[in-house]
T-cell receptor, first 113, second 111 residues
Framework: ETGVTQSPTHLIKTRGQQVTLRCSSQ?????VSWYQQALGQGPQFIFQ???????GRGNFPPRFSGLQFPNYSSELNVNALELDDSALYLC????????????FGSGTRLTVV | DAKTTQPTSMDCAEGRAANLPCNHS???????VYWYRQIHSQGPQYIIH???NNETNEMASLIITEDRKSSTLILPHATLRDTAVYYC????????????FGTGTRLQVTL
């Protein structure tokens, strides 16, 4: 079975720009969650998509938005980038809203300058 | 989800057992204890989880106290490749089960 793949692996953007990060979920998984991990910190939950609907959201502003597609892959969009958005963005997929544990991708390292 | 408390860092000699403690004194009856680890620059990796009973798999053992207020992750024969940050997380799998990561325990395995 294939694991979770994220693209791109690294990205540099300018403050104020918009970015789209992509995630392909593991085969058989219908749930995708996104996390932000600042340097030296644990990952922080952004939101979860279950069967193409948002199924929970963390304490992140509306400029963080997402989508899940019929094949259960997902996108994370961040508008009006700020310097503090620089972080590792992790995607995790699971079956049935996380009832059976999560498989994480290796993340996208976003740097905002 | 219940808050968990872990030591900031631990050292372990290669070949010895690494015992990583976690306190979750406010855990509720329907919350599982999950352990993940994160090796530098990679995504977190699932290790093991349990509710009440002790659990063992090919990676580790999980010992949960009878009152469920604490647990210990045991790596029976630590190797250098086990050097990582280990996260203990209480998860209610009946709801949108987000993972609330703390700062974890940084385990350093040495020769």
């Amino acid at each position: 079975e294939t694991g979770v793949t994220q693209s791109p692996t690294h990205l540099i953007k300018t403050r104020g720009q918009q970015v789209t990060l992509r995630c392909s979920s593991q085969s058989g998984h219908n749930t995708v969650s996104w996390y932000q991990q600042a340097l030296g910190q644990g990952p922080q939950f952004i939101f979860q998509y279950y069967r193409e609907e948002e199924n929970g959201r963390g304490n992140f502003p509306p400029r963080f938005s997402g989508l899940q597609f019929p094949n259960y892959s997902s996108e994370l969009n961040v508008n009006a980038l700020e310097l503090d958005d620089s972080a590792l963005y992790l995607c995790a997929s699971s079956r049935e809203a996380g009832a059976y544990g999560y498989t994480f991708g290796s993340g996208t390292r976003l740097t905002v300058v | 989800d219940a808050k968990t408390t872990q030591p900031t860092s631990m050292d372990c000699a290669e070949g010895r057992a690494a015992n990583l403690p976690c306190n979750h004194s406010t855990i509720s009856g329907n919350e599982y204890v999950y352990w993940y680890r994160q090796i530098h620059s990679q995504g977190p990796q699932y290790i093991i989880h349990g509710l009440k009973n002790n659990e063992t798999n090919e990676m580790a053992s999980l010992i949960i106290t009878e009152d469920r207020k604490s647990s210990t992750l045991i790596l029976p024969h630590a190797t250098l490749r086990d050097t990582a940050v280990y996260y203990c997380i209480a998860v209610n799998t009946g709801t949108a089960s987000k993972l609330t990561f703390g700062t974890g325990t940084r385990l350093q395995v040495t020769l």
